[in-house]
């Protein structure tokens, strides 16, 4: 069995505004508190054995802290990363003209470079219908949904492989993967077989900062079956597993007695 | 704003069995835990103002207690019991015939009373494809989706309607609704608005005994609208309701701190 906890990154430093690939440092006390709960749960009988993060800022630096003060291996895959929004991604909200007639106005975005055409009507549009309504130089949400899923398979079958060979499968492998609100819900859809074109998936689910959402991955054969089953292809492997999803979006800040 | 905790009953005392209209006990010590952890939160600023429950006892038996102990209204909606399963309801897996040939074979359930055809392959069937393969004299997932949504419209427009009432709009409200699972995934695949005939959705997302799913709403009229709102018809209303889901299946029980 592996048990896999997506924690998305604390509140970032920043006036409000899609935060994709732009890389906002984390406001310092919360990720000091969310690395306080991490250490102190290292010490039950539930402490992960690695973590991997997304390249960003906003959960690198919380995983290097985390992998160095209890000694865990970290790896960063760049495929967890946000999607990126393109000319609105790190534009504040504020800053966003919200007439249609200022459609070809141009702002100037947190790095001072001149952004294409943006407006609300714009981010309307894509909040309506994701998957069709791309924002302009952004990533469209397909390759977005293929790049982590992708990243994902790769993953946890590497993981499976490893437990395979490790005789006692009966202790439970923990992971920890550091990443961003985008990435938890597109792992979330591939898992429960949801249709992630789906606008309202995106609105209607809050994924809170620095809350924590659960996989369980059991592999359903037996265990004289471990010879068959390490000479499936990759990809067969991954389709043999039962993955559950047991908690969404748990609050691990402000009090877990909710 | 309205703040809903959807909170799925303990374990219950009994074999392991597809148990829907069949009343069992809840386990009494998991059952006083869990009283125990309502009362504690009760004393803290997030405390709830009232309680809903199924009229089954495994969910009512806590909320009695509950609203005696900290003198809350409670309200007992029978549209938020569990599915019927019809003759599978309450009959033990173990007493389920595995084989195809045992096709004819009538088992006899809890109550001792002979029951229709029960096979394993019934029951696959099913678990394959909830919304066409219903399970004999059981009530059909569309019934039963139905039910649960509209009691749930029902309760909300109810609730919001003493929210604009109410002066100080500012104060949020705090509801507790006592149910089963099946229960709270249909009314999480309503919010989210998910194709709830899909067999992956009630396969893949576990809601645990005894976890907490959260349910935020609000009225996205600015207050001088009060009145038009009141002049809508219910269900006019309750379109116009920002409905988020912001917590699924945290566990309260087995350490909050995951």
Redesign the interface.
Known sequence: MIEI?LIRHVKVIGKPALYGCTDVEPIATENGNLLD?LI??QQ?D?AYHNIICSPLRRCERLAQAFSSRCNLPLEVVQDFQEINFGCFDGVPFDDIPFSVEADNSAVVNSTNEKVQVVNWSKLDDFFQAPADAALPEAEVLADFYHRVTFAWQKIIVQHIGITTENKELKIPQRMLILTHGGVIRIILAH?????WQ?A??HQ???I?HG??S?I?ISQPYQEGEHHSFARLSSHQQYQKLH??????????LD????
């Open positions: 906890d709960y102190t749960r039950t539930k898992i429960l077989q949801l249709d789906q309202s998936w209607k689910l809050q809170g809350s924590l659960r369980v993955q559950q999803v047991t908690t969404i979006a748990m609050p691990l009090g877990h007695s909710a």
